[in-house]
C-alpha cells in the first residue's frame, strides 16, 4: 500500500513492512527479518542495548513468509555456531502466508554477545521449519551483532546531565590567544573501555562540532586548524565535550565540559543566562512541566535595537543544530526576555546547547560572551516527544476513524534528506504482534510532519492496545527513537443492522415486507457495520448466522413454508447486540384453481348471451381459488359461453364451448383452468303467424309451453320480468302446442300461448293466422 503523506515536506509515504497476509510476499529462501535493525559492513545487521530493552519480552523479529506454508509447520529459531535453539517450536496456525513473530530475551543475547571484548562477533540467526511429514527446511542465516556493552566507562552519576564515568577531553592549550588562532591547536580524546574500529567520537567546541571514525585503539586527536578557530564567536569561554557512538548506535552521552578561556577582540555584553538553571548552568527538562524556558538577556537596551540570540545544540545523538532569534526593541529596558520552545529543550535531554547574542544599533554591533547549558530530565523524559494523533480522544482512538494523522512533534535537529520511519503496533485477539513501518523522506525540515493511517489498519484491531512511535534518522548521524504513545483503540461502535430487501430465491421477485409468497426460500438482505457477524431471527427462533462483507452488506437465504407467517429481525453479535427492523411476510400455498371442467347443461336455456337470473343448478359452476393471496378477481376467456362472477368466481353456461377461466390475487399472480359447456339452448327472438304452412317451423324450433315456463322462471329475478331481462316485448309468445278444442277430438286452428311476464294470464291463446311475438332454438 502506498498513500500520500499530508504533508509536503515529505515524499511520497511508504508502506515499507507489514505483518498482515499477503501471499505476493512469499519468498523460497529469506533469513528473520529484525525491524530497525542497522545494516553494517558484510552484510551483517546491528542491534543496539536500546532495542534489545525497549520489550520485556527481549528483541522482536519476524520469520517472513516461505515456499508451501501450511499452518500445521513448525518454527525453531536457532542462533550462533552450532545452532542453538532459542524457546520453543512456534506453530505457524492462522499465520500462514504471514510473518510470523518471535522474540530473542534480552539475558540470552547478553550471554551469548558478551566476548570478545570490545566487539564481539556476529552470529548467525536462522529458522528451521517442520512440516507435517517431518521434513525440515532451514532458512538462510542473518548475520547479527548485538554489543550489550556501549563505549565508553559507565555514567556514575546518571543523576547528572553528562556522562560521569567518560575523562574529559585534553586540549592543547587552555587559553585560545591570537598565537594559537594562527597556529591551531589539538584535542585528545582519552583512550574510553569498550573502544572499537569504527566508532565515531563527536567533539563539541563551544557552538561549533567535529566528528571522527576510530581507525586504531587508543587516544583520539582532533586537530582544530586555524580555519576552524575562525569560526569561533568573539566570546570569552569556549567548551569542550566529546560523545561517543558504536557501530550499533550505543551511545556514551557527552562528556563533562573542559572551560577554554578565549582573549575577546572587544569588549563583550554579559551572557544570556536562562532563568530556569540551576548554579552549575544545568537545566531540569522536568522542571519546567511543558513550559517555555526563558533565555534573560541583561544590558541597555534602546528603542529600535536589533537583537539576535544564536542557539547552538547538541544533541545527546550527536546532531549539531544551529538556531537564531531575532528581536526589535520597541521600548527602553534593561532587561530582555526570550522564550526558548520546550520542545527545542527536548530535543536537547542528555546534551547541551550555547547561547550568545549581537546587539546592532545603528552602524555598531556588539557581541556577548557565550553560555554553555547542559539539558537533564529528572523523569527521564526521551529527547523526542511521543507522537500524537490527531483524532485521538485522551487514550482512546475510536475504532471508526477513517484516517487517522499521526503528528511528530517538532524536532529541531531535523535534517533535510533524514528518512523517518513511524512504527505502528497492534497486538491482535490471536496474541499476534501486528507491526507497520511507515517511511518518509524529509525534503523541507522546517514544515510538520504527519503521517497518514487508512482505517484498515484500525478497525479490525478494535479495543486493542496501539503502540506508536518514530524513529529519525538524519545523515550520517545515529538515529533516534521517541517515546511511545501508548493508546486504545476503541471498541466498535455496532451499527444497528437494517434489513432492506427480500427475494423469492427461486423466481428473483420481491417479497414486499407486509407482503405474502409463495416462495420455498428466500433470501433476506441488508446493511450493517463492516464484518459484522449477525444473528438472523424468525421472531425469537434462531434461523442462522453470516458476515457482512467489507461493505457492510450482508445476506442470507433460509428455507420457507406454507402456510406460515414470518417475521425476520437481523442481530448484531457485537457491542450491545442492536436489533434491525422487522421484515413480515407470509408464506401461502401457490395459486391454484384446480384440474380442467366439463359439465353438461341439458334444459338450460340462452337468450343472446343474457345470463339467466335464476339459473339451473346444471347451468352454474362454482370453483374458488386455493393459495395465493386474497382477494380475489376471475375472468373469462369467452363471456359467449361461460360468464364469471368477477368476485365470486361462479360461472355461468352462456352456450356451448370451451372458456378459459383465470384468477389474478393481490399480488399479481394467476392461475387458470377451462371448462366446457354442452347441451346449452340458444334462444332468439322473432315474430311469426300460426297458419298450417308455418305449423313445421313452429313444431320444430319452438318451445313447448314447459320450456318457456322454464325460460320465464329462470330469467325472471330481482332485476325484473323475463322479458325485462332479455329486453324484449312484453307479450304473448308463440307456444308450438296446439289447443284440443273440437268436440269431435280434431286439432283447432289455434296453439297456446305465454305470458312471458308476470303481467296478465300466464297463458293465452293464439287464434290461427295471427301473428305474435316467438322464440326460438337456434344452433350453437
Known sequence: MVSLSSNTNASTQQLVFSTDHDPLRIMADVPPFIPGAKA????????????????????????????????????????????????????????????????????????????????????????????????????????????????????????????????????????????????????????????????????????????????????????????????????????????????????????????????????????????????????????????????????????????????????????????????????????????????????????????????????????????????????SENPAAAPTITEQKGDELSADTTLAHVVIPKYWPLANDAKMTMFWQITGSDGVVNMYMFRQFIVDATQEVVFTVPADYIKRFASKRLIVAYEIENPGTPSVQSELLLLQIGALQTQTPTITATINTQTNQPVLNGGTTTAVSVTVSGSSSEDENLQILNGSTPLGNTTARSTGKWDFTFVVAAPNTYQITAKALSGTNPLSNTWTFKVVAPLSLGQNHSQNAQGCYNFRGVNPQSPLAQGIYHRSATGGTPPFRYYSSNPSVAWIDINTGTVHATGNGTASITVHDSAGRTASYTITFYNVQRLEFGYTTWTLPDQPNLANYGLTLGELEVVRRTYRGPAGTATQRMGLPNELYWSKENILYNPDGSWSPNAWAMWLSSMGSDLGISAYGERRAWLYKIAG
Do not use: C
Open 40 to 379: 553494517l559492513a558484510n552484510n551483517v545487521y546491528g542491534v543496539n542495548r536500546n532495542m534489545v530493552n525497549s520489550d520485556r519480552r527481549g528483541l522482536l523479529g519476524y520469520f517472513f513468509p516461505y515456499s508451501d506454508m501450511d499452518s500445521l509447520d513448525f518454527i525453531q529459531l536457532l542462533i550462533g555456531t552450532p545452532p542453538r535453539p532459542v524457546g520453543a517450536p512456534i506453530s505457524v496456525g492462522s499465520n500462514v502466508d504471514k510473518p510470523v513473530p518471535f522474540y530473542l530475551p534480552s539475558d540470552l543475547l547478553n550471554q551469548l554477545f558478551s566476548s570478545p571484548i570490545p566487539m564481539p562477533d556476529a552470529l548467525p540467526l536462522v529458522f528451521k521449519v517442520t512440516r507435517p511429514s517431518g521434513n525440515t527446511n532451514t532458512s538462510p542465516p542473518l548475520s547479527l551483532l548485538f554489543k550489550p556493552f556501549g563505549p565508553g566507562e559507565e555514567d556514575t552519576r546518571p543523576d547528572k546531565p553528562n556522562n560521569q564515568g567518560l575523562a574529559r577531553p585534553i586540549p592543547s592549550e587552555t587559553v585560545i590567544d591570537k598565537p594559537v588562532l594562527d597556529n591551531g591547536m589539538t584535542v585528545t580524546v582519552p583512550q574510553y573501555r569498550y573502544q572499537a574500529i569504527g566508532d565515531t567520537v563527536y567533539l563539541m567546541v563551544g557552538p561549533l562540532g567535529l566528528s571522527v571514525t576510530v581507525t586504531a585503539l587508543g587516544e583520539v586527536f582532533f586537530d582544530l586548524l586555524p580555519e576552524f578557530l575562525a569560526r569561533l564567536p568573539n566570546t570569552d569561554k569556549v567548551a569542550l565535550s566529546y560523545e561517543l557512538e558504536d557501530r550499533v548506535h550505543n551511545a556514551s552521552g557527552w562528556s563533562s565540559a573542559v572551560m577554554l578561556s578565549l582573549k575577546p577582540t572587544a569588549v563583550l555584553l554579559p551572557p544570556p543566562q536562562v532563568d530556569e538553571t540551576d548554579a552549575a548552568n544545568n537545566l531540569d527538562y522536568s522542571s519546567l512541566a511543558g513550559a517555555a524556558a526563558t533565555v534573560l538577556l541583561t544590558d541597555q537596551f534602546s528603542i529600535g535595537d536589533n537583537v539576535l540570540l544564536t542557539i547552538v545544540l547538541f544533541t545527546s545523538r550527536g546532531d549539531r543544530v544551529e538556531h537564531v532569534i531575532e528581536r526589535t526593541m520597541e521600548a527602553n529596558s534593561r532587561l530582555l526576555q526570550i522564550p526558548l520552545p520546550n520542545e527545542l529543550i527536548r530535543n536537547v535531554i542528555k546534551g547541551l546547547f550555547t547561547l550568545s547574542y549581537t546587539k546592532k544599533r545603528g552602524t555598531i554591533t556588539q557581541s556577548s560572551k557565550s553560555a554553555t547549558v547542559t539539558v537533564s530530565a529528572s523523569k
